[in-house]
């Protein structure tokens, strides 16, 4: 039977694949093979528009030659050396070029391995920080439902998605604000929407019922991603961290999605205007080429941690890729890429383009709800009856098929193109998604 693999078809079977349908996967097999620049290229040949930059991650495109000769020459100069009580320059290095782009006062960075890592991480710094200063007491984290901060067992823990949390044990002391998603109020939103601020609120609420002196911090993303693309109402993120000041709560930014370009600001932290006390990161930092974290730290937090004698390790916490040299290299020669291409500026100008774009699908039957910021976007579609999700697999089935890649989650249609992408691009992808979401029944 021929279904276009050929005798080179891998044996799908050994590969537990994460967050996938395995058994509906390995029946009709997705493969994609090659990448360049805006496109991938499937196991059968085909070329598909990435709209997805991979998983939010590939912001600089696909196949950067700067990034594949860094690798190469770090690893063959130093392919791996402990950050234990051992250092590499290329690691100091790094973080002090991060440093250039980060928010204000956020100046010291804790390496990692994944965006989870990080979280956790940034979890365990803010429980360190409070007790470095005499509130060991403040042992319990604020985060948000439909929040997604990885797949830790702090990140499940703060976060609010059903399906990643009901069948896992989830650390005591994590409660949660509710979430911003409202349809009723907010639905076709351009950018920020109007209503919700006011859920910021609830913070005090909780603040009330745990009492503040207990709470360590607070975290969300600054725009949730995996949820379905939900920018913050207007004047939400300015309360939470006006109410996280009031009580003593660190307010920490998990941007591994809204990091390193994706609403055309380095940071959602410089977007906004507001900078938090810790901020998550992963994915662009090494434009999704190598795994690799960062947890950025205001100053204050790392500096309150280097008190008592200088012989004692300050934080029990680490990884062995820590500060790996080759990712070092691979996140160096990707800073640069961003910075000489202007490519957070570049996402700036693209993103009224892309606001007036996904904004156009408005008319086609199902769509109840489009989403849009900086170069992030999202189409909700109306569950099909007794079968939720079903519409939104079939339209990454149907857009594959068609040359675009999509990412679904339920019903909901997510969309971040790589920075790089140009207007023709833009419009390239919309016109695919229009034939694609037209066809569903
Ligand atoms: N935090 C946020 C906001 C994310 O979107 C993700 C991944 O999508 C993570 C954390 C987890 O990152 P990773 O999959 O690298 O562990």
């Not at 200088?310 to 160096?332: D, K, M, N, R, V």
């Not at 976007?377 to 079903?390: F, W």
Request: hydrophobic letters at 45%; glycine letters at 12%.
């Amino acid at each position: 039977m021929s279904d276009g693999f050929g005798d080179n078809r891998p044996d799908l079977s050994a590969f537990w694949m994460p967050f996938t349908a395995n058994r509906q996967f390995k029946a009709e097999p997705r493969l994609l093979a090659q990448a360049k620049g805006m496109y991938y290229r499937t196991f059968e040949g085909q070329e598909v528009l990435d709209g997805t930059s991979g998983l939010w991650c590939v912001n600089a495109g696909h196949g950067r030659q700067e990034i594949a000769d860094a690798v190469h020459r770090q690893l063959l100069t130093l392919d791996y050396a402990p950050t234990f009580q051992m250092g590499h320059p290329i690691a100091f290095e790094f973080a002090q070029a991060l440093t250039t782009i980060a928010p204000p006062g956020m100046d010291r960075v804790f390496f990692t391995g994944s965006g989870s890592e990080s979280v956790d991480t940034a979890l365990k710094i803010a429980l360190a920080y409070h007790r470095a200063r005499g509130e060991g007491q403040r042992v319990r984290f604020i985060g948000r439902e439909k929040g997604y901060h990885g797949v830790g067992f702090g990140g499940i823990s703060v976060g609010g998605l059903v399906n990643n949390r009901r069948t896992f044990v989830t650390l005591p002391g994590a409660d949660h604000l509710p979430h911003t998603f409202d349809l009723k109020r907010n639905a076709f939103s351009k950018g920020l929407p109007e209503h919700g601020a006011e859920l910021a609120d609830e913070l005090e609420r909780l603040v009330a019922l745990h009492g503040a002196e207990t709470i360590a911090a607070v975290i969300v993303e600054p725009v949730a991603g995996s949820a379905g693309v939900l920018p913050p109402p207007k004047g939400y993120l300015e309360r939470l961290r006006s109410l996280c000041d009031k009580h003593g709560l660190l307010l920490i930014f998990d941007e591994v999605i809204t990091g390193f370009g994706r609403l055309g600001a380095p940071f959602a932290a410089q977007y906004f205007g507001i900078t938090p006390d810790l901020m998550t990161t992963a994915k662009g930092l090494t434009n999704g080429s190598l795994p690799m974290g960062a947890v950025f730290a205001k100053r204050e937090i790392h500096d309150a941690l280097m008190q008592g004698p200088e012989t004692l390790i300050e934080l029990f916490h680490g990884y062995t890729y820590s500060g790996h040299p080759t990712a070092c290299a691979a996140g160096l020669a990707t800073l640069e890429i961003y910075a000489r291409e202007g490519l957070f500026a570049h996402a700036a100008a693209m993103a009224p383009i892309w606001e007036a774009a996904i904004h156009g699908l408005a008319d086609l039957p199902n769509v109840i709800d489009i989403r849009n910021i900086g170069l992030m976007g999202a189409i909700e579609l109306s569950p099909r009856d007794g079968a939720p999700g079903a519409r939104g697999y079939e339209t990454l089935v149907k857009a594959l098929n068609a040359g675009l890649l999509v990412r679904a989650t339920g019903d909901v249609i997510a969309l971040s193109p790589p920075l790089i992408v140009q207007p023709a691009e833009i419009e390239k992808l919309f016109s695919l998604l229009r034939g694609v979401l037209a066809s569903l029944d």
